[in-house]
């Protein structure tokens, strides 16, 4: 009876391979991030926030390795692979192609990747930081905020993940202030702050007196020079020394796409899909922070006008542009 009920069950799991490419897991899942920049960086480290409280809840076993260049990036994924994970979370954007070939070479393994591409074979899921939606209710406040009509935006490079947030800000921005203009700057790296400050150094001289901080250390530069910033990613007013200075953020939640992606490689369904989705605010990917001491500064109209058009982007009666060209100053 044992054996036929072992066999049986053997059966069940080669069926499940067979159809999904992913095996069913019944425990907890071993599971390795795998990231470009240190995990102190803020988009690498709303993927390792998600997996850590995945670990804590005790869904999974968590490892992961940090700062891996693009160079070596392959040999990495193949090690875990080998290691006997049953997911792997990274971000494949330099390395496109060879990423793919490696969850060919890995069918049994789920691999969720940040990536612009679309998802591959039966086993290799995409996702991106889609968190325009916050961006176009802080493009809100900023436009009303501001009295130069001049806002600075500092970004890392001119790609989608970073192009499509500025879109959003400007046309929040523009909603309730037609007369406001933009100075964009990229500082050609993911994680320089003193390059960031001295760009929005640069942009203040310009006239500006609005920040949008999209890398660290736009927000010193904001402080020394006695204007306000908006944030991205992470909380900034409380996390990047940001209190008098950061008006509000928007937020990036990586748990739910996560948990999603656990549950699914547990139940032997994962497959490759898109998973935008779940990184907006429907689904609770994506949110905009607390105003703290700025609550009472906001003028009402403005945060009235938030608190409508964010009901009716939940409600799905509202949908913010994604736009991924590169943005241009306007002045």
Not at 19 to 36: E, P, Q, R, S, W
Request: proline share 4%; charged share 20%.
């Amino acid at each position: 009876m044992y054996r036929t009920f072992r066999a049986l069950m053997g059966g069940l799991v080669v069926a499940c391979v067979a159809l999904f490419g992913v095996a069913a897991h019944a425990d907890k899942i071993k599971v390795a991030g795998i990231y470009t920049q240190p995990i102190q960086q803020k988009w690498d480290a709303a993927l390792h926030k998600a997996l850590v409280a995945a670990q804590a809840a005790g869904e999974i076993d968590y490892v992961f390795s940090e700062k891996v260049a693009n160079t070596d990036y392959v040999r990495v994924m193949r090690e875990y692979a080998e290691s006997g994970v049953a997911l792997v979370v990274g971000e494949a954007f330099g390395i496109d192609p060879e990423a793919r070939q490696v969850a060919d070479d890995y069918p049994n393994i789920a691999w969720l990747m940040g990536s612009p591409a679309k998802p591959h074979g039966k086993n290799f899921s995409v996702f991106d930081n889609y968190i325009h939606e916050p961006c176009y209710l802080m493009g809100i406040i900023a436009g009303t905020m501001t009295k130069t009509n001049k806002i600075g935006m500092v970004g890392g490079y001119p790609i989608g993940e970073v192009n499509r947030l500025f879109h959003a800000f400007m046309d929040g921005a523009r909603s309730v202030n037609p007369k406001v203009e933009f100075k964009v700057s990229f500082i050609g790296s993911w994680y320089d702050p003193p390059k960031a400050k001295e760009f929005a150094y640069a942009q203040v001289e310009a006239g500006v007196d609005v920040l949008y901080a999209e890398r660290a250390g736009v927000v010193d530069a904001a402080r020394e020079k006695g204007i306000i910033a908006f944030g991205n990613v992470n909380d900034m007013n409380k996390e990047e020394n940001g209190t008098d200075v950061v008006v509000t953020s928007a937020l990036w939640h990586m748990e739910s796409a996560i948990n999603h992606a656990i549950s699914l490689v547990k139940a032997g369904q994962f497959k490759a899909e898109e998973y935008h989705n779940w990184t907006m605010m429907q689904k609770g990917g994506a949110s905009l922070a607390p105003y703290y001491e700025f609550d009472s500064k906001i003028p009402a109209s403005a945060k009235a006008k938030v608190e409508e058009v964010a009901k009716q982007i939940m409600a799905g009666q509202f949908t913010v542009n994604i736009n991924d060209d590169q943005p241009k100053s306007t002045f």
